[in-house]
Each structure stands twice: as C-alpha cells, then as structure tokens.
C-alpha cells in the first residue's frame, strides 16, 4: 500500500487531492463502515477539476466500475454503501452492484434537476441505491420524519382521524421516497456550482448507516457535504476529490454547517416541526392531545406561564 499525504486533516478525517481509485487502493481491505459516492452524471458538465464528463456510454459505465470494485473492497462485512445517480446510470451500476453486494434499497429522491425536456416526462428524481455487504447492515437506524403540514397554517396535510394516539410522537417512519430534501439553493449554503448535495440528505445517510467512531468514504468529495456532515456526528472520514480548494474553504468555516446541521436535527425525529407548530399557534389551530407530544415548558414555547399554551394543546 502506497502512503499518501493529505491535502487536509482534521480530528476525524482525512482529505486527498488525488484520483479517488489511487486513493482507494492505498486503503485496506474491509475497513470502511459506509461508502457513499456521488460521481459526475457524465452529462457532458465542466468541472473545476478539468475531468471529461463526457465519455461514452461504455466508457462512462466501466469507470464507475473501476472506482465501484473499490467501494466493495474495503467495505467492512456489514457495512452499507449508497451510490447518487440519474436513474439511468443507476439501473446498469445496480445491477452489477448486485453480483458484489445485498441489494436493500432504490430509494428516490424528489428533486427537480433540469428544465422539461420535449416528448419526455420531466426528471424529477434522483437514484439513491442502498446495497449492504452480507445479509444485512451492521448500523441501521433510519431518522423518523415530521409528519407534513400546511406550509401557511401548519395544519397536517394527512388525515390520521383515530389514528393520532398512535403516532409515535418521534415522527414517521422513514420511506423509500424522500420529498423532503431542498436543492442547495441558499447564499449561505451553497459552496459552489449546481453539484453540491444538501446537507439534510448526507445527514440522513450518514446518521442511518454509521454510527460516532464509524470510518466513513466518500471518493467523490465535490464541496465536502459528505465529509462535512460526518466530522460534525462524530464519524471518522476518508475523502478523495481531485481540486479539493472548496472543501478545505468549507472546512475553514465549519461552523456554518454546525449550525445548519442543528436546525437539521431540531426538525427530525419529531412529529411536528417547531415551525410548524408556531404557523398552528399563529393561525390558531390547536394541536389534538391525541398526538402525545410533550408538551413544551413555558421557556421552551416563549410563553410568559404556562397558561398561555392552554389553546395550543387543545382538548380532542
Ligand atoms: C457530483 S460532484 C460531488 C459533489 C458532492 N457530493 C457534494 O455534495 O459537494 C463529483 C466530484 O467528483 C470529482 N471527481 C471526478 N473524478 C474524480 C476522480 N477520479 N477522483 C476524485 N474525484 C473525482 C469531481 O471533481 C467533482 O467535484
């Protein structure tokens, strides 16, 4: 195995400026919790790192291989791989992924990516497919997601009539269709082109299929989402990306995403949303008992007393 030096290194990670199968290599077999790769589409895109982002159809697919062969290798027994891709790319690479790995989940992803396209459907989401090495994962343990709710008055959209005592007031189970990951659209988030993937989305990857002290890849660095929201959890990282100049800006203000990262977990593994629950306060639309959520310390809701949240919490 080759040493290599690092470009960055943090308490957690580590970050090479070099071709992400060369980065691989020098790792050894078995040793990586999660792997989770989001390569270029090959759609003919430019990138800062100069790469050809358009290869032929064979090219492009024996490529992923390559890079995907590596993944496997040094999967731990156990640990769960994800791969970012257009539908199409991900129906050849899932196949194969097959032939290495258990398949768990194509998981999609409602984002729209282009502009509508004549004489076709218009793309609309994105492939997350979830393989695991051996039966099954070692780490799973999903985020449970606020039940959705009228953007104006924070009602809920779905109707659970009976049902609401039994909902678990840690939020929804998580499916395998996620509609609630926002494109990278903010000044404030945005590290840089259209390529940059939201931080809810890594965070949801990297908190189901890790856990703290877990050692977790990504090859593909891009503007260091993966790398950011593991180091800011606790995991251990490795991190390949061929003009890394946006990561290490990203890593030299971390505390941007730490507190993008607490406004994430403030709003999972709930059933309601505190922006939610403030849009029912201000249309007056109390929340049903039934729902057994904890009700909120005066401090907490910024109540003067307690009495003040008596129309909030209504009776059924
Ligand atoms: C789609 S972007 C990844 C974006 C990333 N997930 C994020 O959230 O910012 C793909 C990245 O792969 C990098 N890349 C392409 N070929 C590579 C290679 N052979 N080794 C390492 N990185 C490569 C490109 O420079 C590009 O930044």
Redesign the pocket.
Known sequence: MMTMIPILETPLGRLYEA???TVMKSLETETVDLAFA???FNLGKE???G?NDDLSEDRYLDWCQAWLLEMVRVLKPGGSLFLWNLPKWNLPLGSMLREHLTFRHWITVDIKYSLPIPQRLYPSNYSLLYFVKGARPAIFHPDRIPTPCCRHCGGELRDYGGYKSKMNPLGVNLSDVWTDIPPVRHAKYK?RGA???ALKLMDRVVSMASDPGSLVLD????????YAAAELTGRRWIG????CSAIVERFDRLEDDRSHLKEIHQNKNTLFTETDLARRRKSGKPLPKEYRIPQPTAADCGCSSLDDQSDFFAAG
């Open positions: 071709d992400c199968v989001d390569p270029p990138y800062t790192s790469i590290r390529n940059a993937l090859p593909f660095g891009g503007s260091g989402t993966t390949s990306e061929l003009d």
